[in-house]
Structure formats: C-alpha cells, structure tokens
C-alpha cells in the first residue's frame, strides 16, 4: 500500500487530515480497499453473512457504493494478493461495470477475486455455490 501523506485525506474516512487523525495509530489503518463500505442493502447483508458463514476463510466486503469501471481495476490490484473477496450489488452507479462482465440478463450480483469474478442472480446463491468456491 502506497504511503499516505500528511496532508492527504485519513483512510478511515473521518474527514480531517492524516497528520490530524490517524498518523499516530497503528499503522496498520484498514482501508476501504480492505473493509469496503459501511452500510450495505438488506439484500446484499443476507448474501455476505452467507458467504461468510460458508467460506470463513475469506472476508467479504461490500463495494456496491464505491465500484465503478473506472476504479474496477484498482480494487482488483489492491486486493490480489490477499483474501478479500469483493461483492457489489447492480445500480446506476456501478451498471458499467456489469455491463461487459454479466452473465445473464438478470444477475444483479457481481463477485471478483485475484482478477476473477462471478455475476449471479442473488436468489441462486445456492446454486452458484460452486462456482464461488472455484473462484477462491
């Protein structure tokens, strides 16, 4: 992870500067490359806690908010070698990203791991299972 500044913004998203927050902390500081975004939809809290239960070997987080097809690769570079395995529910804001990489007309659910990823409809968790489980 790149150095951060003094007077660049503080990862943990608290609004002041770094030289003002978080510079003498751990400097372990979780970014949201590692923890994605805080609130997540009710549908998308049932497919994390699921996966999560599944895989306990892997964090899953939630980028719904954050991904776009301009930043799609930075997370992906971020987080290859680690096991954190992105989720992000279709909206406005992120339909770029599924619009090249969808399987299915429907899917509304993207999953993307080491330069992988995975587009599913979140009623088929179940059924795409094995496919998740290939991907990490």
Do not use: W
């Not at 609004?15 to 978080?22: Q, T």
């Not at 909206?91 to 007309?105: L, P, Y």
């Amino acid at each position: 992870m790149p150095k951060i500044k003094p007077n660049e913004q503080c990862p943990c998203n608290s609004g002041l500067k770094y030289k003002k927050c978080c510079v003498n902390k751990d400097t372990n500081i979780k970014t949201k490359y590692e923890i994605g975004q805080a609130n997540s939809s009710e549908m998308m809290n049932i497919c994390l806690g699921y996966l999560r239960d599944k895989y306990k070997h892997s964090v899953f987080i939630d980028v719904t908010d954050d991904i776009s097809e301009d930043n799609y690769k930075e997370y992906q570079l971020k987080n290859f070698n680690n096991n954190i395995v992105m989720l992000a529910e279709k909206t406005d804001n992120n339909k770029n990203v599924f619009a090249t990489r969808i399987d299915k007309e429907e899917s509304n659910i993207i999953i993307f791991h080491k330069g992988h990823f995975r587009t599913f409809y979140n009623k088929n968790v179940e059924r795409v299972l094995e496919s998740i489980k290939n991907l990490i």
